[in-house]
Structure formats: structure tokens, C-alpha cells
């Protein structure tokens, strides 16, 4: 057998400035990758999406001849499509008129219509003076609680308007008039935090909050398109910040949109990695970066028709990205032979809707929409009103209106349509194929394909373990017996366990030496810092998850390897090939601990969970879900739910104590 710890020759890979750290830490200050063990998952994500993202602009080179831009359009589009779960049927719109205004130069009404089955999309729609028809431009706002309804956005609908282009200004799901959680004390939740909170349970589906957003988008220019005023073949798109995410994705996606001009939001992946961070989750496509999806190719999806990149020189989306991304479209519109299809307006501003760009925005739907290149200018005041003045609901709450569902109850009846192919994969006739599902569904690799483990070990019975290059794992070892291992994880840290007798504990209950290791991400390689309201809800390691996901990688997956790994590590260096070990897993470690032993039964004992959800479904039925997107694996409700695997594993061998709820509340055993 090929020796898996590689002992002292490996010392040199852990260089130690004072031996172990303080409060029971073994992990060095910093790490052989660079940096602190809490910013090790950071760093080894952005090294693996800076890889790909190298893979990708190599490929992008070599694409010359107009089939091979037409092969690089239609991939990326079958693979968005894909990625968000494909797009609901159409259904009756049941739009409704239900006011107007006259404004000075242009005139507005107040309007909703079903872009799903009870799922109402509030909009106001901005109409030049005159009978038309008129081209139109569909306008999804940023983030903002108020929604259409704010200044910045009414302010450009009214510019669109008077350069004579209709604007239906509507607000996406979760804002303006589209709330989805009610707030504590009557305060509204963020418009971010409800995107993220809406995507939990579509991830499990293999969708995405985008979903929602760019199939209200399309039934917009769908009602568009069913009125006569509106010239059904001149349709354009505008938005800045989320706005300009929604923008991108639907120019991206729909051929009906002519003109686009998306702001404040485009600036490539590389960009944002290397300051922001990944942003809410309807920004992370699940996969995108993996597969060679940049967001250059938004734009390149969709030439050679026009777009307008606007990015404004002070905004905290990199200005640097944003002309790099302008090069890559500029040069993939000059190989297709239309030059003029891509260009970049840049105001010396910071991120908003500023005066510049609600200007560059109108006058490319002149050109574009109208074939008029005689710019206009803001002229008099604009003069934005109240955003309650701008409600089309006659309370400004879509979820009061009669028959109406909130996107929760969508993805929740959507959940019930894949429930016949999980009886179905839960038969024991068909364990074999849905032992192969699930690995693929969170990424684990076979045994024999996993890297050589390499390891140190520092005395007193502790050890590191290096699950596969860049990845380093915390061990304490608590001997009591030389042939019985248990592995004891702990979602919160192996410290605080060690130092309260808890793990001596096991070791005296059980009779057996228990190894107690913090897998990526937990312990010592947990994200430090005081956590925000939003950590709180979506895990101090959000970005870090996001990152991942954006790869098209689980944490699910990754952790269930490295408890492979660490058997793996324990067989080699008692020189056992045979040798089961026992689990003890809670909270954050439980998921990965049941995919590790369902999936790979011959290395294992008996496993007890603790502080763990019963089901995913969970998450569906859940709104307000705390600290579940760790544990989230993209599509895995498709196929099979965690009782699934805890059939697998059966009664005999698993216990399970402490339930929780998707909330982290305990609930009834």
C-alpha cells in the first residue's frame, strides 16, 4: 500500500513560529498556503475560481470564426438556462390598470400582472405624450425596499419617457410593493437578505433566486408586447446595481431585448473576488465560474445586438473589471464584424443612477429603438414624488391582494413535483443508482481518485492533516483504546469540546481513542470576526459558501471527503486496510458526516448525528433560515433528501439525538 502520510519529511510544510497556538489551537499564525488558517477556504476558493477563470480566457482566445462565436454563445446560454432550473410556463398575465398620473412631459400608469400564478409584479409604466405606439424599455430597480418607488429610479423612467421611449419601471421580487417577509417591529428586511433567504430552498432545487427575477422580466415584455401602444419589435432593457444583474441575465437570455444598457453592476469575476466578494445569491449562478462563464458573457451571449456597459469611475464594483469586460465584448462584436454593438460609459461618480447615466441609457434607446442619434438633455425638474404615491396595490402589499402566493409558497409547490422521483430513487432496488446521484449531486470524487494525504505530527497527540493541497486540518487525539477510533466533528470547533472534558468523555464512554478533527471551514479555518446580521442568517463563511458555489462545488462534498481522508490517514498509520471507524457529528459536520457514510459504508462503524435538520425540505418550508447554505447541495431535492441516506446507513448503525429545525430551533425528537 502507498504510503498516505508522508511523516517528518513533511515538517518543512508547517513551519511553526512557537509550536501549538493559544486556547487549544494547533494550526500555525500562518498556514503554508499564506495567511491565517481563517482565511484558508478564502484563499484556496479564489486560487481554484482564478484558475478557471485562466481556462476560460484561454478558450476565449482561441475563438475566431463566426461558428465558433455562435458555439460559445449557445453553451453558455443552455448552460444558464440550465443552471436556474429552466424557465416556469407561461400562464395568464391578468394584468390590471389600476391608476393614472400625468407628469410634466410624460404621463404614468399604475399597473400589476401575474408573472406566475399569483406571484403579482408591480410596475409603473412611463408613456411619452401622444398616441404611439411607442418602443419600450423594461426597467428593473436595484436594490431597494422602496423599490420602483425611489427617486433614483423614477427620475430615470421619466428621462427614458421624454426621449420617447415607454419605461415600465417594476420592482423586483422581495422589493417595493413585493415584500416577501414581514420585518421585526414593522421594519422591513433587506431586500438582499430576502433574495438570499428566498434562495435556501431553490438551490436545493437546482434554481436560483434569478429565477424569479428574469422570468418577471420576460412576462414584462410580455405585457409590453399585448399592448397597442407599444411597438412590439422595439423592446430595450436598463437597470443599475441589481438592477443592472437583472438587466444583464435578460439581455442575456431574451432575444426580444434590442438595446441593453446595464450600470453599476458588470465588472468580471476576477474583479469582484479579489474586493467585494461575491454579492447576494441571485449574483451567484451556481457553477458559472467552473464551467468558463464570465460575466463578460452577458454580453457576448447577446451580440451582435447593442449594449451599453455603464460603471461609473467610484464604484465599489471594480472600474478596472468593467473595462476589461468591455475589451472581451469589444473584441467578440469586432470579430462578428459590428464594432459599434459595444460601448462603455464611465461618470466620474459612485454607485447610483447618476444624471450621466440615466442620459447614456435614454439616448442608446433613442439610437437603437428610434434610429435617432440627436442626444437629448435633462431639461427642467424632474420632480420624483413619494414612493407610496407610485403604489399599484391599494396598500402597497402584493401579498394581500386576493389569490396571491409569495415566491416561499412557489418553490414550495415546485419542491412537491419532484417528490414522485425521490420515492422512486428510495426504492432498494434502485439504492445503486442514487448512491451515484448523490455523489455526483455534491462532487465527491471516488476513493482511488482522491490526492495522497500529507500530515505532520507535532506530539502530545496532535497532528495536522492536509486533506489535498491547500487544505489544512486541525487533529487532537484522545487515546484510550490502540484499535477502536472514533472521529469526533463538531460543526462549532473541536476547542471549546476538548476544553470542556467532552471529548475525554467519549473516549472514557466509548473505550475508544477519538480523533477530533475540525473539518474545512469549522474550528481553526472558520472565518473570524464578530458576525453580521447577515452572517448570522446565511454563516460567517457566506461568501466563502458562495465562492464555492460558484465553482460548482459543495461543502457538503468537500467535508465528506475530508472525513474519507482522515480514515483514510488513521488506516495507513495503524497499518489497517480494514479498519471501520465510528462518527460522532453535530451540528455544521452532521450532512457531511451522513453522506460520508452512506456513500462509503466499508470505512466506517456506527455514526451518531446530533443538532441537524430531519430533511431539506426544511429549508423549503422554512422563511427565515439561519446558518443552512453550508449545507446546502444545488439540486439534491431533484433526486433524494437526507432521510434518504439515513435509510441507507440503517437503523443498526445510526443514531440520531438533538433535532433541529432549519431555523436552528430544537424541535420534538
Known amino acids: 500500500m502507498k504510503s498516505l502520510l508522508r511523516g517528518a519529511a513533511l515538517a518543512l510544510l508547517f513551519p511553526f513560529q ?191 433566486t434569478s429565477r424569479i427575477m428574469i422570468w418577471d422580466g420576460m412576462r414584462a415584455i410580455d405585457y409590453l408586447q399585448s399592448r397597442p401602444d407599444i411597438m412590439k419589435g422595439k423592446i430595450g432593457c436598463t437597470g443599475i446595481s441589481g438592477g443592472g444583474t437583472n438587466t444583464s441575465y435578460l439581455m442575456a437570455l431574451d432575444d426580444r431585448i434590442v438595446a441593453a444598457a446595464p450600470g453599476c453592476y458588470l465588472t468580471g469575476f476576477r474583479s469582484l473576488l479579489s474586493t467585494l466578494g461575491p454579492q447576494d445569491a441571485e449574483q451567484n449562478v451556481h457553477g458559472q465560474i467552473g464551467f468558463g462563464m464570465d460575466q463578460a458573457d452577458y454580453v457576448l451571449m447577446r451580440l451582435p445586438k447593442p449594449t451599453l456597459i455603464m460603471a ?209 471551514g469549522l474550528g481553526e479555518t472558520s472565518v473570524a470576526g464578530k458576525p453580521s446580521g447577515f452572517d448570522k442568517a446565511f454563516g460567517r463563511d457566506w461568501k466563502d459558501t458562495s465562492t464555492a458555489s460558484l465553482l460548482g462545488k459543495s461543502y457538503v462534498g468537500m467535508r465528506t471527503e475530508d472525513i474519507w481522508q482522515v480514515v483514510r490517514a488513521l488506516r495507513a498509520k495503524t497499518g489497517t486496510d480494514d479498519l471501520k471507524v465510528n462518527v460522532v457529528a453535530i451540528r455544521e459536520a452532521a450532512i457531511p458526516a451522513l453522506h460520508a457514510v452512506a456513500l462509503e459504508p466499508d470505512l466506517f462503524g456506527t455514526v451518531r448525528i446530533s443538532h441537524a435538520i430531519d430533511s431539506w425540505k426544511d429549508v423549503v418550508n422554512t422563511r427565515q433560515v439561519r446558518n443552512q447554505q453550508p449545507n446546502l447541495v444545488f439540486g439534491a431535492l431533484r433526486d433524494y433528501d437526507l432521510p434518504m441516506l439515513r435509510e441507507v446507513i440503517g437503523k443498526e448503525r445510526l443514531t440520531v439525538e438533538n433535532p433541529v429545525g432549519a431555523d436552528w430551533m430544537p424541535v420534538a425528537n
Open 18 to 208: 512557537s509550536g501549538v497556538c493559544e486556547d487549544d489551537a494547533i494550526l500555525p499564525t500562518t498556514l503554508p498556503s499564506g495567511g491565517p488558517p481563517s482565511e484558508m477556504m478564502a484563499r484556496w476558493l479564489k486560487a481554484e475560481a482564478f484558475a478557471a477563470l485562466d481556462r476560460r480566457t484561454e478558450a476565449l482566445e482561441m475563438v475566431k470564426s463566426p461558428e465558433e462565436m455562435e458555439k460559445w454563445q449557445e453553451e453558455r446560454k443552455a448552460f444558464f438556462l440550465k443552471q436556474i432550473g429552466g424557465l416556469p410556463e407561461r400562464t395568464p398575465l391578468n394584468a390590471k390598470v389600476t391608476g393614472t398620473m400625468e407628469g410634466d412631459g410624460y404621463r404614468v400608469e399604475k399597473l400589476y400582472f401575474e408573472s406566475q400564478p399569483g406571484l403579482h409584479v408591480t410596475a409603473n409604466l412611463y408613456l411619452p405624450l401622444g398616441k404611439g405606439p411607442f418602443p419600450a424599455v423594461i426597467h428593473p430597480t436595484g436594490h431597494s425596499n422602496t423599490g420602483k418607488g425611489r427617486d433614483l429610479y423614477q427620475m430615470a423612467s421619466i428621462t427614458i419617457a421624454r426621449g420617447g421611449c415607454a419605461a415600465l419601471c417594476y420592482d423586483p421580487i422581495a422589493q417595493g410593493e413585493r415584500q416577501q417577509i414581514p420585518g421585526p417591529e414593522g421594519k422591513l428586511f433587506a431586500s438582499t437578505s430576502q433574495h438570499s433567504l428566498i434562495n435556501q430552498g431553490l438551490v436545493l432545487l437546482g434554481s436560483n
Open 312 to 520: 461609473a469611475t467610484e464604484d465599489y464594483f471594480g472600474i478596472e473589471g468593467a473595462w476589461d469586460l468591455f475589451r472581451q465584448g469589444k473584441r467578440f462584436a469586432t470579430r462578428q464584424g459590428f464594432p459599434e454593438r459595444v460601448n462603455l460609459v464611465e461618470p466620474d461618480t459612485e454607485h447610483g443612477f447618476p444624471p450621466e447615466m440615466r442620459l447614456a441609457a435614454a439616448n442608446w434607446m433613442r439610437r437603437w429603438l428610434l434610429d435617432l442619434d440627436e442626444p437629448i438633455r435633462e431639461e427642467g425638474e424632474l420632480n420624483p414624488l413619494a414612493p407610496e404615491e407610485m403604489f399599484a396595490t391599494p396598500n402597497g402589499k402584493v401579498l394581500d391582494l386576493e389569490g396571491a402566493r409569495s415566491a416561499f409558497e412557489i418553490t414550495q409547490a415546485w419542491c412537491e413535483t419532484f417528490e414522485a422521483s425521490r420515492k422512486e430513487n428510495a426504492k432498494p432496488a434502485n439504492r445503486e443508482g442514487l448512491l451515484k446521484k448523490v455523489r455526483a449531486l455534491i462532487g465527491a470524487r471516488e476513493l482511488e481518485d482522491l490526492p495522497d494525504i500529507a500530515g505532520e505530527e507535532l506530539g502530545d497527540d496532535q497532528f495536522i492533516l492536509e486533506s489535498e493541497p491547500g487544505i489544512s486540518l486541525p487533529v487532537h487525539l484522545v487515546r484510550n483504546s490502540k484499535t477502536e477510533y472514533t472521529i469526533y466533528l463538531n460543526g462549532a470547533g473541536s476547542a471549546a469540546a476538548i476544553a470542556a472534558g467532552d471529548v475525554e468523555a467519549l473516549a472514557e464512554d466509548t473505550g475508544n481513542s477519538v480523533m477530533a478533527v475540525d473539518l474545512r
